[in-house]
């Protein structure tokens, strides 16, 4: 079988009524994507002629995430079973010979295993190849059942199934692969003989089989690849068993997770050798990590870039932004988009970082927010910083220098600039430029009163006394009263 005599075909137009969400099934997440973007990308090996998936509900959602990844949609309205769905996708594959076709909402199924699935299609010679899984609890997944230890007679759904047939754990994943010239008048005499009256596309297996034709069903190597997501507990599992292989994958490349099945990590997240996770961490979007970094427990980093020998303490969180080598930050700061942390430079607790470049080896290490800020190398911002980067209006930049000391509590009205070498008074508010080498200060004068405070102590101490004694007398009195 060529690349250019195969079809995948993916059922994606149901709405998925047993998650119970205003959201189509297909759209929902596990393991860091939609269900139909996993399927799409583990099709895209296969090189077939064209992918075609059935749209339905909020099809135009989903047409937004998989046309982006190369394939056409085609719509069924109304959705009546996926026997239907197929025969919609019918006018999409002009010249396939064959088709790869799955559920939108089973979405763990590696490419190896489609492979195999097609190899077997192939060697079989067979109309239809199903491919199964043996499950210690089948419930609520159509049965495989067999004539022979090669040929498969039916599927039949749950509802459907007869008392002897309830003991059956092969499964159908619902994922097959068809000789389309064969499939197309097998699925033209289904009839909607179901409850919810509607053409399965299982059915077509009883009718390819009563007519001779070769079913075979190929067992999966790892029945936890056929999961389909009909309800949040399956999407729960689903994305338990993603996450679960992304951490072996990581963790196989050299990577230390603690208590790792704590640790979330999205798919296109990569981390160098020797890097450590602690307990709790996530790893979002595309976060990069070098070499020999600590990420500690309860950071959660989106989308970051971290070169080698990072530190990321406790609790901090990180988004879009790159941290060069040596960068240590933390515990609890916050660093929001665009920022750039230069080589060895260290961000303290409680320090809040947007749209800033901090310098190689600079500090800042308690409670300040730098907005739209640039530091040169090896200065050092002072406990509480503020730069005032927003009128209200408009954003303006902070620009400091090199070997800068910033005072503690000290407000940078931006824009405003503060040269190289240069000093501020703690508890200045700047509102003018600083030269290099300069001190800026900006703060009310301080007057010390000799005195005063022991002034008022006694002023107040004469005013309040007799009040008191009379207070306790006029008491007393009332007490020996009532006990004569
Ligand atoms: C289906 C199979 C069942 C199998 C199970 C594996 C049928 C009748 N049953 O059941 O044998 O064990 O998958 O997970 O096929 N869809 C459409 N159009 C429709 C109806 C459904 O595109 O009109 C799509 C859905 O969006 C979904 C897929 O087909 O992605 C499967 O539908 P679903 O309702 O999940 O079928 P199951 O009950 O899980
Ligand atoms: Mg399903």
């Known amino acids: 079988m060529s690349n250019n005599d195969l079809a995948i075909v993916i059922l994606a137009a149901g709405k998925g009524t047993r998650l119970k969400s205003s959201l189509a099934k297909v759209l929902h997440?596990?393991?860091?994507r939609t269900l139909v973007e996993h399927i799409v990308r583990s099709c895209e090996p296969l090189k077939a002629r064209e992918t075609v998936v059935v749209v339905g509900h909020q099809a135009e959602q989903v047409a937004a995430v998989v046309e982006p990844l190369g394939a056409l949609t085609v719509l069924q309205q109304p959705q009546n079973g996926t026997g239907h769905a197929m025969q919609?996708?019918?006018?999409?594959?002009?010249?396939?010979k064959f088709a790869v076709v799955l559920p939108g909402d089973a979405p763990l199924v590696h490419t190896e295993t489609l492979k195999a699935l097609i190899a077997a299609h192939h060697n079989g010679d067979a109309a239809a190849t199903i491919l199964s899984a043996v499950l210690a609890d089948p419930s609520g997944y159509g049965r495989v059942v067999r004539k022979s230890e090669t040929a498969v007679s039916a599927i039949m759904e749950e509802s459907q199934l007869s008392a002897d047939q309830?003991?059956?754990?092969?499964?159908?994943?619902a994922i097959y692969c068809f000789t389309l010239e064969k499939l197309w008048p097998a699925l033209a005499q289904v009839k909607p003989n179901n409850k919810h009256r509607e053409v399965y596309l299982t059915d077509a297996i009883a009718v390819l089989s009563s007519k001779g034709e070769t079913v075979r069903a190929q067992v999966a190597p790892d029945s936890r690849e056929v999961l389909g997501c009909n309800t949040r507990a399956d999407l729960a599992e689903v994305d338990r068993v993603f996450r679960e292989w992304k951490r072996n994958s990581l963790m196989d490349a050299g990577v230390t997770i603690q208590l790792p099945e704590t640790v979330l990590i999205d798919p296109d997240v990569v981390a160098g050798e020797d890097t450590i996770l602690e307990p709790g961490v996530q790893l979002l979007g595309k976060t990069r990590i070098g070499a020999r970094c600590t990420i500690r427990t309860g950071s959660v980093l989106t989308d970051a870039m971290l070169g080698d020998d990072v530190i990321i303490e406790p609790h901090c969180v990180v988004a879009q932004s790159r941290l060069d080598g040596r960068v240590i930050i933390g515990p609890f700061a916050r660093l929001?988009?665009?920022?750039?942390?230069?080589?060895?430079?260290?961000?303290?607790n409680f320090v809040e970082l947007k749209n800033s470049t901090i310098g190689e080896g600079t500090k800042a290490m308690h409670l300040s927010y730098l907005g739209d800020t640039k530091i040169g190398t090896k200065s050092n911002i002072g406990a509480g910083t503020i730069t005032c980067n927003y009128d209200g209006f408009h954003k303006y930049p902070t620009s400091i220098g090199n070997k800068v000391f910033i005072g503690s509590d000290t407000a940078l009205v931006a824009p405003v600039r503060v040269g190289n070498g240069a000093y501020i008074a703690a508890g200045s508010t700047i509102t003018e430029n600083v030269p290099s080498d300069g001190l800026g200060i900006a703060r009310g004068r301080q007057v010390n009163?000799?005195?005063?405070?022991a002034k008022i102590r006694r002023e107040l101490a004469a005013t309040e006394k007799p009040k008191k004694k009379t207070a306790k007398k006029s008491k007393r009195r009332k007490a020996t009263k009532k006990r004569k």
Do not use: M, Q
């Open 449 to 453: 009163k000799p005195g005063w405070a």
């Open 29 to 32: 997440r596990a393991g860091g």
């Open 88 to 96: 919609v996708a019918k006018r999409s594959l002009s010249r396939a």
């Open 336 to 348: 929001r988009p665009d920022n750039h942390l230069k080589a060895g430079a260290r961000i303290g």
């Open 166 to 173: 309830r003991d059956i754990n092969e499964i159908n994943s």
